[in-house]
């Protein structure tokens, strides 16, 4: 079993930055990636931005240039920083850890970008 705690969301002008932050614990070792995904009001979940254990990164074409994916395996801790954010970005943002055949959640942090 894998926890995931996320932490970082809250309401920003547009054009400002937030860094959510995903907190890891239980039996981590096995996790062969972790990513951010997010849901907007009537809207499906979609991946924003996701990172392998190798340190291979992913990201949705909405986000790239403005949202970076790092982790910090002392803390066993991933994050998003999002810069110039957008109204479109508001959503419940969740993060997700891969260990293939199981994928664990985390229970969602908001963002809302708004003026």
């Known amino acids: 079993q894998v926890q995931l705690v996320e932490s970082g969301g809250g309401l920003v002008q547009p054009g400002g930055s937030l860094r959510l932050s995903c907190a890891a614990s239980?039996?981590?070792?096995?996790?062969?990636?972790m990513g951010w995904y997010r849901q907007a009001p009537g809207k499906q979940r979609e991946l924003v931005a996701a990172i392998t254990s190798g340190g291979s990164t992913n990201y949705a074409d909405s986000v790239k240039g403005r949202f970076t994916i790092s982790g910090d395996n002392a803390k066993n801790t991933v994050y998003l920083q999002m810069n110039s954010l957008k109204p479109e970005d508001t959503a419940v943002y969740y993060c997700?850890?891969?260990?293939?055949?199981?994928?664990?959640w985390g229970q969602g942090t908001q963002v809302t970008v708004s003026s």
């Open positions: 997700n850890a891969l260990d293939p055949p199981d994928d664990y």
């Open positions: 239980g039996n981590i070792f096995s996790i062969y990636a």
